[in-house]
């Protein structure tokens, strides 16, 4: 079975850094897209940043500028470096893997918060 699991959440203060890594094991990696997903307390899941197997990148607007997506495929890891953090960006954070069949990672729970 294919598996995604998510670390680096926890509490951040407002304007601090956080980076989220999400570990992928049985999937041929290199060829998945890869994408960081939130959801808040209260709110749809929303799409947070999207790296592709060609190592093309895009961003939520809310996001751009402050967070970086990247993957390293030789160790099968998709990383979410967060920066100037808010409030706004408490939520449960998903790893998602697309081609074809997609897969979620059971989340990780960042709070900003003074």
């Known amino acids: 079975q294919v598996q995604l699991v998510e670390s680096g959440g926890g509490l951040v203060q407002p304007g601090g850094s956080r980076r989220l890594s999400c570990a992928a094991s049985?999937?041929?990696?290199?060829?998945?897209?890869m994408s960081w997903y939130r959801q808040a307390p209260g709110e749809q899941r929303e799409l947070v940043a999207t790296?592709?197997?060609?190592?093309?990148?895009n961003y939520a607007d809310s996001v751009k500028g402050r967070f970086t997506i990247s993957r390293d495929n030789a160790e099968n890891m998709l990383y979410l470096q967060m920066n100037s953090l808010k409030s706004e960006d408490t939520a449960v954070y998903y790893c998602?893997?697309?081609?074809?069949?997609?897969?979620w990672g059971k989340g990780t729970l960042v709070t900003v918060s003074a």
């Open positions: 790296i592709t197997n060609a190592g093309g990148t």
């Open positions: 049985r999937i041929s990696f290199k060829l998945y897209n």
């Open positions: 998602y893997a697309q081609y074809g069949m997609v897969y």
